[in-house]
């Protein structure tokens, strides 16, 4: 296990990285969305005032925030994740959104002269959310001494298909979805490379422990945690 405090070394290393709830508490400001829109869920969403903590958002055992939410989870509405989509499609979502800090440590790391890291950001978004990570990004890395690329891809392409497909050497792929571990662990020439997640209720469950470490034996991977220790802002409704 890592912690995002302490620097694991970057020194010419290739990494591929996640943005959304990697970068950015994501899941956060899109929960507190929906609990100001309330009104337009009326019996579908469970809107207890303990599930709208970073504590509870981050430990909740489904990474679909709306089948998280749902209080009938096998007869929701089909339009229910269409209709919450809706809330957060627009190009200002990321406003006043702040960094992890995760994100803090790798930006103040990437400025270091004497290292040569190079850092793609692959992120499956929506056509309103590209520009907006484009500049987040910028800003983020501003002053950076680092590659930076951002490679934004439709919500449902794999993240294996881009590394594959534009042959990114990667030593490190981090992402906060098991899935996404498991597609490119699975999917690219993984051999002896890292993965890293921070820790998250979803990524932590039986089922995927059990498949990483079967992976870990099979591949001659290395799985790391990244703690993300909490930082007290103020996030943007």
């Not at 994501?26 to 929906?34: A, C, P, Q, T």
């Not at 209709?83 to 990321?94: G, H, T």
Request: aromatic share 10%; with cysteine.
């Amino acid at each position: 296990m890592i912690d995002s405090e302490l620097k694991f070394e970057l020194k010419d290393r290739v990494l591929v990285c996640d943005f959304d709830d990697v970068l950015v508490p994501f899941s956060e400001k899109m929960v507190h969305r929906m609990f100001n829109h309330k009104h337009e869920f009326k019996g579908e969403i469970e809107f207890n005032i303990n599930n709208n903590t970073p504590e509870a958002i981050n430990a909740r055992d489904t990474y679909d925030v709306v089948e998280w939410l749902a209080k009938d989870k096998k007869n929701m509405a089909p339009d229910l994740k269409k209709r919450v989509l809706a809330l957060i499609d627009e190009p200002n979502f990321y406003d006043r959104l702040p960094p992890t800090k995760f994100a803090l440590d790798l930006a103040y790391q990437s400025k270091n002269p004497n290292y040569h890291l190079i850092l793609y950001i692959i992120s499956n978004c929506l056509d309103s959310h590209i520009e907006a990570k484009r500049k987040y990004i910028k800003e983020l890395f501003k002053d950076t001494k680092s590659t930076i690329e951002f490679i934004p891809i439709p919500l449902m392409m794999k993240k294996s298909e881009i590394i594959n497909n534009n042959k990114i050497d990667y030593n490190m792929f981090i992402d906060d979805k098991g899935e996404n571990i498991i597609d490119v662990v699975t999917n690219t020439n993984s051999y002896g490379r890292e993965f890293a997640m921070p820790v998250k209720g979803y990524n932590q469950t039986d089922h995927f422990i059990k498949l990483y470490d079967k992976l870990i034996e099979k591949r001659c991977i290395s799985v790391l945690f990244i703690k993300e220790k909490e930082i007290k802002n103020e996030i943007y409704l």
